[in-house]
């Protein structure tokens, strides 16, 4: 009998420069047998003078530059939609290759020009107050897709502006997308790259514990925890992570954070009329993040189409700050920016492939 001959196709897979730290490219590229430096010569053609393809990268041997295009990619991401708020905010919705889109946002501020980006297209964790959890959850995003927000918005600027501030805090949970955002935060702050300092870069969690205390030990960035209440009841019913996750194991994980010197933890506390903005909420808050080098952010609630809950009256909104500051505390309130564009903390959406669909059918 005779047996039909099998063909063996090559599968090969492109790889993407901007999915690949420093470390990685330089493995990458040492099987084309280059040397180490050659990667960081890479790094700085994407990132710094920022081209778009291998032959413009002018201090690589032609022959390197030609077996590079036959191996690899350097991907972009397109903004289908930019929305420019009365405060300056500007919103970008990116499309992605999947179909999904995702939304990251440009805040200028005084001296600062901070960018806030997405780490899933969607999210898992369901907060009842939060526009992103209530669309559900799609997927992660790649190393890639996180770093290009930054690519695409700072082409966008003007040629003297630069970033100066990455939140992770647009869609999505970045702990539950653990390892590709900690490459992309070692891309972010790569010297011969983006080269931004930990300082400036800051992520905020629902409060993943066991990701909490990685970051902590992988990376000395920011972290912003999202508080949002002071009793286990009303944090469960506000973020069902809270089960998982009790305030107890919360403020425990807190406590044993690898802070650097000089930094503080951020919470993050949304005031939601008659739910969470008590004054025994405020003596509650001050008891449970006693001893923790911090600073809390209170963030009046952002109503949104459809949502139960209401912002508080600014005397209430004082009154709660007041206490916190006259025990010590640096409570800031963080009135949102963009929110004539839904831009405005737990306003993005993106729009997913699933409602597309919905929608066609
Ligand atoms: N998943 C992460 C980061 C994205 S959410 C987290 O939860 O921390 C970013 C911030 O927006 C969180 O602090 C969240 O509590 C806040 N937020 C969500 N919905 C909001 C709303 N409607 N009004 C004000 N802040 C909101
Ligand atoms: Fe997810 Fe954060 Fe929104 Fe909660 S607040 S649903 S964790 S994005």
Same mark, same amino acid.
């Given at each position: 009998? /005779?047996?039909?001959?099998?063909?063996?196709?090559?599968?090969? !897979?492109?790889?993407?420069?901007?999915?690949?730290?420093?470390?990685?490219?330089?493995?990458? &590229?040492?099987?084309?047998?280059?040397?180490?430096?050659?990667?960081?010569?890479?790094?700085?053609?994407?990132?710094?003078?920022?081209?778009?393809? =291998?032959?413009?990268?002018?201090?690589?041997?032609?022959? =390197?530059?030609?077996?590079?295009?036959?191996?690899?990619?350097?991907?972009?991401? /397109?903004?289908?939609?930019?929305?420019?708020?009365?405060?300056?905010?500007?919103?970008?919705? =990116?499309?992605?290759?999947?179909?999904?889109?995702?939304?990251?946002?440009?805040?200028?501020?005084?001296?600062?020009?901070?960018? $806030?980006?997405?780490?899933?297209?969607?999210?898992?964790?369901?907060?009842?107050?939060?526009?992103?959890?209530?669309?559900?959850?799609?997927?992660?995003?790649?190393?890639?897709?996180?770093?290009?927000?930054?690519?695409?918005?700072?082409?966008?600027?003007?040629?003297?502006?630069?970033?100066?501030? !990455?939140?992770?805090?647009?869609?999505?949970?970045?702990?539950?997308?653990?390892?590709?955002?900690?490459?992309? !935060?070692?891309?972010?702050?790569?010297?011969?790259?983006?080269? =931004?300092?930990?300082?400036?870069?800051?992520?905020?969690?629902?409060?993943?514990?066991?990701?909490?205390?990685?970051?902590?030990?992988?990376?000395?960035?920011?972290?912003?925890?999202?508080?949002?209440?002071?009793?286990?009841?009303?944090?469960?019913?506000?973020?069902?992570?809270?089960?998982?996750?009790?305030?107890?194991?919360?403020?425990?994980? $807190?406590?044993?954070?690898?802070?650097?010197?000089?930094?503080? &933890?951020?919470?993050?506390?949304?005031? &939601?009329?008659?739910?969470?903005?008590?004054?025994?909420?405020?003596?509650?808050?001050?008891?449970?993040?006693?001893?923790?080098? $911090?600073?809390?952010?209170?963030?009046?609630?952002?109503?949104?189409?459809?949502?139960?809950?209401?912002?508080?009256?600014?005397?209430?909104?004082?009154?709660? /700050?007041? !206490?916190?500051?006259?025990?010590?505390?640096?409570?800031?309130?963080?009135?949102?920016?963009?929110?004539?564009?839904?831009?405005? $903390?737990? /306003?993005?959406?993106?729009?997913?492939?699933?409602?597309?669909?919905?929608?066609?059918?």
């Amino acid at each position: 009998m /005779q047996y039909a001959p099998t063909v063996y196709a090559a599968r090969f !897979i492109m790889v993407d420069i901007k999915n690949l730290t420093v470390e990685e490219l330089s493995a990458f &590229i040492a099987h084309l047998g280059k040397e180490k430096f050659r990667a960081s010569q890479i790094i700085k053609w994407v990132y710094q003078k920022r081209v778009r393809s =291998f032959d413009d990268m002018t201090n690589l041997a032609k022959d =390197f530059r030609e077996a590079l295009k036959g191996i690899a990619f350097i991907s972009t991401i /397109q903004a289908t939609k930019v929305e420019v708020s009365k405060d300056g905010t500007k919103k970008y919705l =990116f499309h992605l290759k999947d179909g999904n889109s995702i939304e990251s946002v440009l805040i200028p501020d005084e001296d600062r020009l901070t960018l $806030c980006i997405s780490s899933q297209v969607g999210c898992p964790l369901d907060c009842g107050f939060c526009m992103t959890g209530s669309g559900g959850f799609v997927r992660n995003l790649d190393t890639s897709e996180i770093i290009n927000q930054i690519c695409a918005v700072q082409d966008d600027l003007p040629e003297e502006a630069q970033l100066t501030n !990455i939140v992770l805090m647009g869609m999505g949970e970045p702990l539950l997308n653990y390892d590709n955002v900690l490459k992309a !935060i070692k891309i972010m702050i790569y010297g011969e790259g983006m080269s =931004f300092s930990t300082r400036k870069i800051t992520v905020s969690t629902s409060g993943i514990v066991p990701e909490m205390l990685r970051l902590g030990s992988d990376t000395n960035v920011n972290l912003a925890v999202s508080l949002n209440a002071t009793t286990d009841e009303v944090r469960t019913r506000l973020m069902p992570v809270n089960k998982k996750y009790p305030l107890n194991k919360l403020l425990s994980a $807190c406590r044993e954070y690898p802070l650097p010197p000089r930094r503080r &933890i951020t919470f993050e506390y949304i005031l &939601i009329k008659g739910i969470n903005d008590s004054l025994e909420d405020a003596r509650r808050l001050a008891r449970l993040v006693k001893g923790i080098p $911090c600073k809390i952010n209170l963030i009046p609630y952002n109503e949104h189409a459809g949502s139960e809950f209401r912002r508080p009256s600014d005397e209430a909104i004082r009154a709660f /700050q007041e !206490i916190l500051q006259n025990v010590g505390y640096t409570a800031l309130l963080r009135t949102s920016k963009g929110l004539d564009i839904s831009a405005a $903390c737990g /306003q993005l959406r993106g729009k997913l492939l699933k409602d597309l669909h919905h929608k066609e059918h």
